[in-house]
């Protein structure tokens, strides 16, 4: 669906099309992708934040908006790291895994992290390192939104009557029908929040002036927006890989090479593996090799040739009830077999809060399931496991640095990670029958494929490339 979805989009000039400035398709594109995906994916419906949890994520929110630090020198760089924080394997610290070495290896002095929270928290840095909380950006968005959406009335009227248009094409060439309510509504909020954060973004950079953005995750939509005022103003921009690319991501899928102001000038990939099983819009001179210093450094700096008796579910929420559902059965299944196999199952943060309401039968088998959220570092976890068991979780990926057995559920969202199985990286799966058969055939003496999705080096590439 991807290639005929990337095709229409250039065939019908969306690219193009805009309302006073706001390049409308660039931020509700991957709105439209998805919400047409999903109609086609077996993901169950999953249980909300409770009231008491809002009410803590917004005072923790006004905590932050209560500690902001502005600052009035120059910078010669901006980090924009990812909002989630992990513990660090070699210390007690929760880090950035993508940007905190690169971070540590350029000077602080002249460098400031423009950091968003996550789920209402920030995590305190012990060094001296400038950190810019940008909470109140939302905040300010919040509350003199509902006075710009009068002000820009005919503007927001003109952009339904172009999304209309833009609705109806994807309708008739994908011979499908698509709800507007949702999108409509989304896609003029985005147009108020366009113009408020273009305005205070603008400012803050105006302030800094920096020489280079590094940024993770681009189509955030704050990323977006200042790698728009980055190319006006003659800034670089430079993103991290955060996660799985490939055919099938429709934030890093183009049909053709050209320059969209909202995507950055330059990107930083794990290995070639990910460079020539992506369609990237930018020049192959700008996509540069260089590897992932964390999960490097990790192997590196420890023994992944001891005793592993552990089988890894990653989960994910996106299809966490299935996964869940199959490590519950594989447990069973094991100890009716009197197999000695430990089973852990590592939650993802977005599934932190919820798990023993959305997954409740894995909280009733804690007895013979380890579920682990945010306390132990997933690295740790691949180094005393010898089969991991996914969907299409990047954390797949690292797993194959350590040689880990690997098998994918076969689910829908499996299609995001269908090189691996049909290039003999990982097996598909349909159930826990395949599971028991594969156990029975596995080989020791097997040839290590790590090295296909990660270069090496890659701490002292980035420090020479960012200068």
């Known amino acids: 669906m991807i290639d005929k979805f990337l095709v229409i989009e250039e065939k019908y000039n969306f690219w193009d099309r805009n309302i006073e400035g706001f390049h409308y398709w660039a931020y509700i594109r991957r709105t439209i992708y998805e919400s047409l995906y999903l109609k086609r994916s077996s993901a169950h419906d999953l249980k909300k934040l409770s009231l008491n949890d809002k009410l803590l994520i917004l005072k923790d929110a006004v905590i932050n908006l209560l500690n902001i630090k502005f600052l009035n020198e120059n910078k ?7 909002p989630r924080k992990i513990k660090a394997f070699d210390t007690s610290d929760e880090v ?84 507007p309510k949702k999108i409509l509504l989304d896609v003029k909020n985005l147009y108020i929040h366009y113009k ?57 899928n183009y049909s053709k090479k050209r320059i969209h102001s909202f995507f950055p000038d330059e990107i930083f990939l794990f290995s070639e593996y990910w460079k020539y099983n992506t369609r990237l819009p930018i020049d192959d001179s700008r996509q540069h090799i260089v590897g992932f210093p964390y999960i490097e450094k990790y192997v590196k700096n420890n023994n992944l040739y001891k005793k592993r008796e552990c089988i890894l579910f990653i989960s994910q929420a996106t299809i966490g009830y299935e996964l869940s559902k199959l490590a519950v059965q594989l447990g069973e299944e094991l100890r009716e077999r009197n197999l000695n196999y430990k089973i852990i199952y590592k939650l993802h943060p977005a599934e932190y809060l919820c798990w023993k309401v959305n997954y409740p039968w894995l909280y009733e088998n804690s007895d013979f399931i380890e579920v682990i959220d945010y306390n132990i570092n997933i690295y740790n976890l691949f180094e005393k496991s010898f089969i991991q068991i996914g969907v299409y ?44 058969y594969l156990l029975k055939q596995l080989n020791v003496n097997k040839t290590s494929k790590k090295n296909h999705f990660w270069s090496q080096d890659a701490l002292e590439k980035m420090i020479q490339l960012c200068k």
Do not use: W
């Open 393 to 436: 979780s990047t954390a797949l990926y690292e797993g194959l640095a350590f040689d880990l057995e690997t098998y994918i559920l076969n689910m829908s969202e499996a299609d995001f990670v269908s090189d691996l199985y049909t290039s003999g990286y990982a097996v598909l799966i349909n159930n826990i029958s395949d599971i028991i």
């Open 96 to 179: 950035c895994i993508y940007t905190e070495l690169l971070i540590q290896s350029l000077s602080k002095d002249n460098l400031i992290i423009m950091e968003k929270s996550y789920q209402g928290k920030h995590v305190p840095r012990i060094d001296e390192c400038d950190v810019m909380y940008m909470d109140f950006i939302d905040i300010i968005t919040y509350i003199t939104s509902p006075i710009l959406k009068l002000m820009h009335n005919r503007s927001l009227l003109n952009l339904e009557i172009e999304m209309i248009d833009v609705i109806n094409i994807l309708e008739n060439e994908l011979n499908l029908k698509i709800n």
């Open 196 to 252: 408020i954060k273009y305005f205070l973004l603008n400012k803050i950079l105006n302030k800094i002036n920096p020489r280079l953005i590094i940024e993770v995750v681009h189509y955030n939509f704050e990323n977006m927006i200042i790698n728009e005022i980055a190319k006006k103003k003659n800034i670089r921009t430079i993103e991290l890989q955060h996660g799985i690319l490939g055919k099938k991501h429709i934030n890093y």
């Open 76 to 82: 010669d760089i901006v980090v924009r790291n990812h």
